[in-house]
């Protein structure tokens, strides 16, 4: 008899590295247009725009890739703090857990003797994971991986501030700001469409935030570089 397989694909298995790829492609991008059309907006020349846009580039990775690996860090020291306190308290109080761990079962709705009996199996097996899992809601589906987080945001935020880079080296330079902007706001559009796509969210409503955001984002960098107009160099 074959053994059945598990084929079902579930959007929340994808959450760790969904979540910073989609921040970092998304950060770079409008962080980066936003940069190079305020500075072409300030009467800078191309090579000009061009430095300033690689220098945003790999600062924002850098920044992307940090912020990351503390903000995950913290989640998993929190993580880590719970399940040391946990094991304590099954190694201190069992029975206490035990009941914690049945009353959790009758909450979601199994009948009391159900639930003492899937407490004790769980417990017999696995107590810590049952509870990691059930009370605390730490499982390995979800789990916390700082350094997985820094490079995906990292390496994320530099492919999504190529565009802008590519388009400002091969457009005409009075034309860097417009068509920058117009490029920008179609891969933004592309990206929230994939990411929502990839999360199992609306695809038009995805695409339309990002891209909104992305808007407000270069037209007041934009502002502020034509009210200063001061040329770099």
Known sequence: MSRLSHSE???????????????????????????????????????????????????????????????????TDAEQADLARETRELAETPEAELKELTRIYVDRGLDRDLAEKVAHQLTERDALGSHARDELGI??????????AALVSALTFAVGAVLPLIVTLLVPETRIGVLVAASTLIGLAVLGGMGAS????????????????????????????????????
């Open 198 to 233: 990839a999360g199992g969210a609306g695809v038009a409503r995805g695409a339309a935030r990002v891209t909104f955001w992305g808007a407000l984002a270069m037209g007041a960098t934009a502002a502020v570089g034509a009210l200063f107009g001061v040329t770099v160099g």
């Open 139 to 148: 499982s390995e589906t979800v789990t916390a991986r700082p350094i997985q």
């Open 9 to 75: 694909i579930h959007m929340v298995h994808r959450i760790g590295w969904l979540r910073a790829a989609v921040l970092g492609a998304n950060d770079g991008l409008v962080s980066t247009a936003s940069l190079v059309v305020g500075v072409a907006a300030a009467g800078s020349g191309k090579p000009e725009v061009l430095i300033a846009g690689l220098a945003g580039l790999v600062a924002g990775a850098m920044s992307m890739a940090a912020g990351e690996y503390v903000s995950v860090s913290s989640q």
